[in-house]
């Protein structure tokens, strides 16, 4: 099989594909380097009219890495590889943040794959933003300041501040050697290399910037559909508008260690502890727990 065997409707000038011809639950390892072909094109996959079952999803998922267990979510002892999220009348829904998975580790998600197994009938799309874009147009001197830089992020929003990680501003895609904005509002706390009030601006900025209209796509869910996404180039965020019940379906690929565009150009600004913020002082904890490794 061939992506020209395949029917594939772009979605926005940005990203995304819808794909047909191609049923999941028998899938192998040719299919799934077909899917990485065009994962790399398109960033994020929508496969409609599918009919995995959690041990089909498993093995699907298997095909492109290793699985874990969400470290912020509730999951059966039997498949800790996979959750189920029911969220009714537009509450409930997890993801309603710009966000990439589990940046708060130090090996954040590769990629997920979601099986949307009850859609609601109004509302509840999910929309997902291009990082390389975001990254590629921004103007030179900030594409070079961002690069020069790290962020410490953690899981704050899940009640975990404990699980932290600090990684590039700026990292580049292992397959495709591209260049990507690598922070997010749901779990990015501080750039690491600015003072607070610093952080805060150009932080506010970046994650403003990641998100504008035109590096979106914005999908309408149907029965049975199946998406997936690179985490490493992109971000996405839930619409908590809908009416009825939406249950999902979800493995998560785990294990890529984030690589920079280059190493940090300035040392961590951290000021007199008297006076630091909360997120100063989680860094120096976080710096000097790295230290004592």
Not at 230 to 258: A, K
């Amino acid at each position: 099989m061939q992506v020209s065997d395949l029917e594939v409707r772009r979605l926005s000038g940005s990203l995304g594909a819808e794909i047909r011809g191609l049923q999941l639950d028998q899938a192998g390892p040719r299919e799934a380097e077909l899917i990485r072909q065009l994962l790399c094109e398109h960033l994020v996959l929508f496969f409609p009219d599918q009919k995995l079952n959690p041990d089909t999803h498993i093995a699907f998922g298997r095909l492109f890495g290793e699985l874990e267990s969400h470290p912020n979510l509730n999951f059966n002892a039997e498949r800790p590889e996979f959750f189920e999220l029911h969220a009714k009348g537009g509450q409930g829904a997890i993801a309603d943040e710009w966000h990439s998975d589990l940046t708060c580790q130090e090996q954040p998600s590769l990629l997920a794959i979601l099986h949307m197994v009850q859609c609601p009938e109004v509302g509840g799309d999910t929309m997902w933003a291009n990082m390389y874009k975001a990254y590629d147009e921004l103007s030179p001197a900030m594409r070079d300041f961002c690069e020069g830089l790290t962020a410490l992020h953690d899981a704050h929003a899940h009640g975990r501040s404990d699980q932290m990680a600090i990684h590039p501003v700026v990292r580049v895609h292992p397959d495709t050697g591209k260049k990507s904005l690598f922070v997010n509002e749901h779990f990015t706390r501080r750039i690491v290399e600015l003072n607070p009030d610093e952080s805060n601006a150009v932080l506010g900025f970046l994650t403003r910037w990641a998100t504008s209209p035109r590096f979106t796509v914005r999908y309408r869910w149907s029965k049975g559909t199946v998406a997936m996404w690179d985490n490493r180039c992109t971000q996405h965020h839930v619409l908590n508008d809908f009416e009825g019940e939406r249950v999902i379906q979800r493995v998560t690929v785990m294990g890529d260690q984030p690589q920079a565009a280059s190493p940090p150009r300035w040392e961590p600004s951290i000021g007199p502890l008297s006076a630091s913020s909360r997120h100063d002082r989680q860094l120096l904890d976080f710096l000097k727990s790295r230290r004592s490794a």
